[in-house]
């Protein structure tokens, strides 16, 4: 990750997960060598991917060390929060929040809600001096601005060329206090694509998952206070709060939008001559900002939070256009986004998608299953990324696995050995040709699913899987083919499976057997001999009046060399 980099991946064991690819909304992530890796000029910064990611491997960047050696140099650090803050933690007041602040070496904090009073303002004044009405569609949301530049430029024209709620407190703030470091405290990360642009015054981004983190180090805690603050502008934190803040307009027509998938749904639905009469408010993330990544672990629940922001925003629930901020703002240039595609695509020929769509294993249509393990929605989309460098083709998990299994049959068809497979209730579920072979002479049995004592003993295979053991060899003999097996049995308890791998070794038992009836032939020639030499020995001794006790040692001796042989 470069210092210049907002989100990014560290190093994660990747293959055959590719969540955060099937979450991300512009498919903006490079999957390289089983690695994915954010394409940080694509990416909208809407946080799905490191939401997702099983392995935690979230790299973004982190403004709190620098934070604080600019307080412990002394110089005035303002916190300008944004008040998704308040609700969605428990806070009554900017004033409670502060005294917190303080004690980690901030100077004074401010509620953000004071830019969304001047960011409301700006919006119905547009509106109103509109010479004729054109669809506007609101800028406020970084991410829905990053999505509108990157995937329809051409909706870019219609983004209201107004700040957002963090750009124009920190104007205001820089204004009044021009030697100060401001920090924006922030629901999400989006904010922080914010600072790159010209009329940025703010110098450091923190979210509200590091400010939760940081002030865990405060050892004597500041007592809150109940009272309450109201101020109507603080319903930006909410999906529809700005058009609520906002005084109507006669004629205009308003719509909020939130998630980031109904965004995307309606601005690829957007016919600008259709909508022209049309103010849309879109936020990224489901229920605003209150519902930002950061805002995920917090004290209140979602209905209790959004219930506190109306009630931080209205009393007893009405509108009040004038309880809120109203501050002088600095004179400040229109704002401008990109008008085009930051990253267009280059050109795909067809024999470049037939030839990877055939290394992907898919020829016909039936092929494409369009399953989405890999993270695209179809195997088209897929194909068209590994041609931009974004997928590789091991990414198609069904198609691997295919391959490593007509591998894998390709082997065991090709081994001379015979290879049995059983499942633990006995049946045969995988023979190779050399055991079909051996086993079905005829070619007219089927097998595969028949009891494996249809074809040999089966007591070692259940004394087996009765005692766990792990490994078991033996010699068979198979009486219908009249053959000599030997066998290694292993026990593949994972899968609840016992993998028979056997030799034919009937050549040398019946080798050995020769040899034996060779041995035992010669044994008789030499009892004979023996009984033969005896008699011979016996004539000559009762001749000679001596013993024949040691000549029959001997032979004797001999014997039982031949017989010693042959076991």
């Known amino acids: 990750m470069s210092h210049t980099s907002i989100l990014q991946f560290r190093t994660a064991n990747c293959k055959n997960c590719y ?56 110089k005035k650090v303002i916190a300008s929060v944004h008040p998704a803050y308040l609700a969605r933690y428990g806070w009554n007041s900017i004033g409670d929040l502060e005294k917190y602040l303080q004690k980690m070496g901030f100077w004074q904090a401010f509620d953000a809600a004071q830019g969304a009073a001047v960011m409301k ?8 001096e509109q010479q004729q009405k054109k669809l506007v569609i609101s800028s406020n949301c970084p991410v829905v601005v990053r999505l509108i530049e990157t995937k329809y430029p051409h909706l870019t024209e219609y983004l209201a060329p107004v700040y957002s709620m963090k750009q124009m407190h920190a104007a205001y703030l820089r204004e009044q206090y021009p030697d100060a470091s401001i920090v924006y405290i922030s629901p999400c990360i989006s904010v922080m694509s914010e600072l790159k642009e010209r009329q940025s015054c703010a110098d450091y981004v923190i979210t509200f998952g590091e400010l939760n983190n940081w002030m865990k180090d405060i050892q004597e805690k500041p007592e ?42 309606i601005l690829k639905e957007l016919r600008t001559g259709d909508y022209a009469d049309y103010f849309i ?54 704002r401008k986004f990109v008008q085009e595609e930051t990253y267009p695509e280059k050109a795909i020929t067809k024999e470049q998608f037939t030839h990877v769509m055939h290394e992907m294993g898919k020829y016909t249509k039936e092929d494409e299953l369009n399953c989405g393990a890999c993270g695209y929605d179809t195997c088209r989309a897929k194909a068209i990324a590994v041609i931009q460098g974004k997928a590789e083709v091991s ?16 082997i065991i068809e090709a081994m001379p050995g015979l290879l049995v497979t059983v ?9 190779n040709k050399a055991a079909n072979d051996l ?32 490994i078991v060899q033996d010699c068979i003999y198979l009486n219908e083919q009249k053959r000599y097996i030997e066998r290694v049995l292993t026990n593949d308890r994972k899968n609840k499976l016992i993998l028979c791998i056997m030799k034919d070794v009937t050549r040398e038992k019946e080798s050995e057997k020769k040899q034996n009836r060779a041995k035992a032939e010669a044994v008789q020639m030499a009892d004979k001999l023996a009984a033969e030499q005896l008699r011979i020995v016996h004539e000559i001794a009762s001749l000679l009046g001596e013993t024949a006790a040691d000549t029959k040692v001997a032979i004797e001796e001999l014997k039982q060399t031949i017989l010693q042989e042959i076991k």
């Open 439 to 470: 086993f079905d002479i005829s070619r007219k049995k089927q097998l595969l699913g028949k009891a494996v004592g249809e074809i040999m003993d089966d007591y070692p295979i259940i004394n087996m899987i009765a005692f766990n053991r792990e």
């Open 395 to 410: 990414m198609c998990i069904p198609y691997m696995r295919e391959k490593q299994e007509d591998y894998a049959n390709i």
């Open 423 to 431: 499942d633990y209730d006995l049946n045969i579920i995988q023979m």
């Open 121 to 128: 303002e700006e919006y119905t004044r547009l509106l109103r």
């Open 281 to 334: 408010e879109m936020n990224a993330c489901t229920n605003g900002c209150i519902g930002g990544a950061y805002s995920l672990q917090q004290e209140k629940k979602l209905l209790d939070a959004l219930i506190a922001i109306r009630e931080l925003s209205m009393k007893n629930g009405q509108v009040d256009y004038q309880k809120d901020h109203h501050i002088q703002m600095p004179e400040i240039p229109e």
């Open 19 to 74: 969540k955060c690819i099937r979450n991300c909304p512009v498919k903006a992530i490079r999957v390289t060598n089983q690695q994915a890796q954010i394409i940080e000029e694509q990416c909208i910064l809407c946080e799905k991917c490191i939401a997702v990611c099983p392995q935690h491997a979230k790299v973004e960047h982190d403004d709190i060390p620098a934070i604080q050696r600019v307080i412990a140099s002394g």
């Open 224 to 265: 809150r206070e109940d009272q309450k603050d109201v101020y109507l502008s603080r319903m930006t934190a909410v999906s529809g709060g700005l058009i609520q803040a906002m005084q109507p307009i006669n004629g205009q027509k308003y719509l909020s939008v939130d998630g980031i998938d109904q965004c995307k749904e």
